[in-house]
């Protein structure tokens, strides 16, 4: 299954699903790492892997469907059949949805619909909410929306700070994301079915 990895930062989930032997010995092809940041860190993770990235930045575009056309350009030869968003903050727009449909996946670092948007992480904790957690979801046109794969709990530790309750999620976001690429590879494959 060849997919495209999209993010603009860190890259932490990326190089989750990238160091995974189990995922590429069941078939995880990451043919390219989409990034519109030109100097965020998952370009550098990504040449550890001899990934190759497309760094595609909005500013050199005169719209954001003439952005993602560019993007769909370089995915179409690549046979991409899912794109993975991986801490990618852009909302898609209809032009890359229409082109993929059903097949564009996202992972935030809450208990949607709690917190979509922006430091979702931050304004759970400010909130002082005793749970929050996880949301694996396909997209639609919305910010952080669409119909949910999975969801995990985080719960807060009374001795929690921000930071500490952030690497729990993220711990929590690469198992996760890694386990529903991983059922995913084994439905195309077939094993699933009956
Ligand atoms: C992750 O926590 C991801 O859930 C979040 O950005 C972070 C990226 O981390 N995504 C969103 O908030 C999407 N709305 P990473 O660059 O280390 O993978």
Known sequence: MKVAIFASGNGSNFEAIAK???LHNVGLEIELVVCDQKEAHV???AAKYDIPVFINQLSDYPNRGAYEQAIIEKLKPLQIEYIL???YMRVVTPVLLAAYPNHIINIHPSLLPKF???EAIERAFEAGDAVTGVTIHYIDEGVDTGPIIKQEKVVRLTNDTEESLEARIHQTE???YRQVILDLLNKTNGVDKK
Do not use: P, T, Y
């Open 174 to 176: 690469h198992q996760m």
């Open 20 to 22: 995974s032997d189990e």
């Open 85 to 87: 968003l991986a801490g």
């Open 116 to 118: 979509s948007g922006l």
């Open 43 to 45: 370009i550098e993770r």
